[in-house]
C-alpha cells in the first residue's frame, strides 16, 4: 500500500477505489452509508455532501438516458436515410458504448 498517506489508510487524493467502495457496499455497512447519506437525524449526516452526491447521481442517469436517446435517434435516422453520416453527437456516443469493456 504505497499510496497510502494517513493513519487512516486514505490515498493522497482522498479517493476511494471501486475496490473499496464494492467491499464496504456489499457489507452490513451499506446500511450505515446510505443512512448517513439521507437520514438528517444520523449525527454524520451532511447536508451538502449528500446534495452533491444526489446530483452526481442524477447527472449520471440523465446522461444515461440522453445517451440512450440519441442513439434511437440515430439508428432512426440511419434507417431512413441509409449512407447519410447523422448526428455526430449520436454516432460519438454510438461508439462509445459499443467500445466500452462493459
Do not use: C, F
Not at 35 to 48: F, I, R, T
Not at 59 to 81: F, P, T, V, Y
Not at 86 to 99: P, R, S, V
Amino acid at each position: 500500500m504505497d499510496d497510502v498517506d494517513g493513519g487512516d489508510g486514505s490515498t493522497p487524493d482522498n479517493k476511494i477505489s471501486v475496490e473499496e467502495l464494492e467491499a464496504v457496499m456489499t457489507t452490513g455497512n451499506r446500511d450505515l452509508v446510505i443512512s448517513a447519506l439521507v437520514d438528517s437525524n444520523n449525527p454524520l449526516y451532511d447536508h451538502e455532501l449528500s446534495k452533491g452526491e444526489y446530483a452526481v447521481w442524477r447527472a449520471n442517469q440523465n446522461k444515461g438516458l440522453h445517451d440512450d436517446e440519441q442513439i434511437k435517434k440515430q439508428d432512426e435516422w440511419d434507417s431512413r436515410n441509409p449512407g447519410d453520416g447523422g448526428n455526430e453527437e449520436a454516432l460519438n456516443i454510438k461508439k462509445k458504448k459499443t467500445n466500452s469493456p462493459t
